[in-house]
């Protein structure tokens, strides 16, 4: 009997790991980039303009690396995705954000800097990309903390 | 997780626990810890995706993420769940209140 729950129990969280793997994508290529420039490339992003539609609001200067809140969002029409590249961390690419109809274009996040560098955020709308930069200052570095 | 009724949108919070590591920083015997962190993420309302994400190891440590809802009402279901680099995968759920 417990041999077969056992089973059950292991059947069922195939079942469900297994379709959400299946699904979740996660592209190797683009986090695993060094250079804000290659990360671009592996998300097919050809060219990019600048825009104060999209807005970051993040410190000027953060004292611990380790937590630096970051809010982004876009006021262009039609945004679907928003993407986060900070230039001096060792994979500058951090995050991608895909908005489906029902969600609004914006994200606050915490996330860690190695050193003072652009936060570059992009805005995908009609398969176009706009961007906008903002630095922050790191006292304190949070790639190894 | 929470998920309040803003003006005209629905403000959600969620925090999730997870060590988000780097894999460049080292134990007190001087050793790398591995890369453990989440990469995907996915924000559905009353069952249909509205927000799907791709992350890297640069989330700080406990992940909070705040999102915006377009509209909704009181009740709505709101799931987050994500999967990390080593398959392990969890859900959290709560009600618009």
Known sequence: MDRLRRTLVAALMLGVVAPLRALAAWNKEAFGAKT?????KHLGIAGATPSTEVRIDAPQIAENGAVVPIEVSSAIPGTNALIVVIEKNPF?????FDFKDGALPFVKLNVKMGETSDVRVLAEAGGKHYFATHEVKVTIGGCGG | ????????????????THPMETGLRKDPDGK???MHFIQNLTVKVNGKTVIDAEISQAVSRNPVFSFRLKGGAKGDKIEVSWLDNHGESAAIETAVA
């Open chain 1, 36 to 40: 804000p420039g290659e990360a671009l």
């Open chain 1, 92 to 96: 500058p690419l951090t995050a991608r």
């Open chain 2, 1 to 16: 997780m929470r998920a309040n009724l803003g003006a005209g949108f629905t403000d959600i919070r969620v925090l999730m």
């Open chain 2, 32 to 34: 790398l810890v591995p």
